[in-house]
C-alpha cells in the first residue's frame, strides 16, 4: 500500500475565473482531487451544500496525491475564454 501526504491549496476566485456562476461539482478536477469547501464573507461553506461559486470566493481544495497539486491549483485558477 502506498502512502500519500495530502496536501491543501487555497485558491482566490477572481473576477475572470471561468468558475464563477458555477456550482462545485461542475468543476472539473485532476485525479485524486476535491474541494473540500469555500470560505464567502468570513463563512465556511462546505462543498456537500454544493454552493455557486462567486467572485472572491476562497476556494479550499486537497490532492491526495501531492503529484496532482500543480494542476489542481492552475484548474482552480483558470479564466474565462474571451475572444
Not at 21 to 31: A, F, N, Q
Not at 48 to 69: G, K, Q, R, Y
Amino acid at each position: 500500500m502506498s502512502y500519500y501526504k495530502p496536501k491543501l491549496v487555497q485558491v482566490w476566485i477572481q473576477p475572470h475565473s471561468k468558475h464563477c456562476g458555477h456550482k462545485i461539482s461542475e468543476v472539473y478536477l485532476p485525479k485524486q482531487c476535491q474541494i473540500m469547501g469555500l470560505i464567502r464573507q468570513e463563512e465556511v461553506i462546505l462543498a456537500n451544500e454544493d454552493p455557486i461559486i462567486c467572485s472572491n470566493d476562497l476556494v479550499i481544495a486537497v490532492a491526495v496525491n501531492p503529484m496532482f497539486l500543480p494542476e489542481l491549483k492552475l484548474c482552480l485558477e483558470q479564466a474565462k475564454y474571451v475572444s
